[in-house]
C-alpha cells in the first residue's frame, strides 16, 4: 500500500473568486501543528532530498507548478502539483524530492509534527535501511 496519495480540496466561491479550505483531521488526516511554504526557488535546484520519521505532511503548490518525486520504499512516482486546489500527502518515512518549480511557485507544507532536526533521514541508503527493517 502506497505511504502518499493525492488529495483534492473543494473549491468554494462565486463570481468573486475561489475559496479553498483545508481543516485539520477534515480533508488531511491529521491535526496541523506546523505550516511552512517555498518560494523564490532557484532554476534546477532540489528541495526536500530526506524522509521523516515522525512527521506527515501535506504540500499544496498554492501558486505555480513544481515536481515532487516519492518514494515510500516500495513505490516511486514524480507527481506534478499545479492546482491550489490539489495536494500530496505524505505519511511518515516517505523520501520527497521537490524540483522543477516555476518563477511564481509558492509551495505549503502542513506537518502533524513540531520541528524536530532529530527525527530527519537525510542519507537515501540509510531510508532504504530503515525501510526493509
Same mark, same amino acid.
Given at each position: 500500500?502506497?505511504?502518499?496519495?493525492?488529495?483534492?480540496?473543494?473549491?468554494?466561491?462565486?463570481?468573486? +473568486?475561489?475559496?479553498?479550505? $483545508?481543516?485539520?483531521?477534515?480533508?488531511?488526516?491529521?491535526? /496541523?501543528?506546523?505550516?511552512?511554504?517555498?518560494? +523564490?526557488?532557484?532554476?534546477?535546484?532540489?528541495?526536500?532530498?530526506?524522509?521523516?520519521?515522525?512527521?506527515?505532511? $501535506?504540500?499544496?503548490?498554492?501558486?505555480?507548478?513544481?515536481?515532487?518525486? $516519492? @518514494?515510500?520504499?516500495?513505490?516511486?512516482?514524480?507527481? /506534478?502539483?499545479?492546482?491550489?486546489?490539489?495536494? /500530496?500527502?505524505? @505519511?511518515?518515512?516517505?523520501?520527497? @524530492?521537490?524540483?522543477?518549480?516555476?518563477?511564481?511557485? /509558492?509551495?505549503?507544507?502542513?506537518?502533524?509534527?513540531?520541528?524536530?532536526?532529530?527525527?530527519?533521514?537525510?542519507?537515501? $541508503?540509510?531510508?532504504?535501511?530503515?525501510?526493509?527493517?
Amino acid at each position: 500500500m502506497k505511504k502518499y496519495k493525492l488529495l483534492s480540496f473543494p473549491q468554494l466561491g462565486d463570481d468573486r +473568486g475561489h475559496l479553498v479550505v $483545508v481543516e485539520g483531521m477534515k480533508n488531511i488526516p491529521f491535526e /496541523i501543528k506546523r505550516m511552512f511554504y517555498i518560494y +523564490g526557488t532557484k532554476e534546477n535546484v532540489i528541495r526536500g532530498q530526506h524522509a521523516n520519521r515522525k512527521s506527515e505532511f $501535506v504540500l499544496i503548490n498554492l501558486a505555480g507548478s513544481c515536481k515532487i518525486k $516519492v @518514494d515510500d520504499g516500495k513505490n516511486e512516482e514524480i507527481l /506534478i502539483l499545479d492546482k491550489p486546489h490539489e495536494g /500530496i500527502y505524505l @505519511d511518515r518515512m516517505v523520501w520527497k @524530492d521537490m524540483y522543477d518549480f516555476s518563477k511564481e511557485s /509558492i509551495l505549503l507544507v502542513l506537518s502533524n509534527e513540531s520541528y524536530d532536526s532529530e527525527e530527519y533521514v537525510k542519507d537515501y $541508503v540509510e531510508f532504504k535501511k530503515e525501510m526493509i527493517k
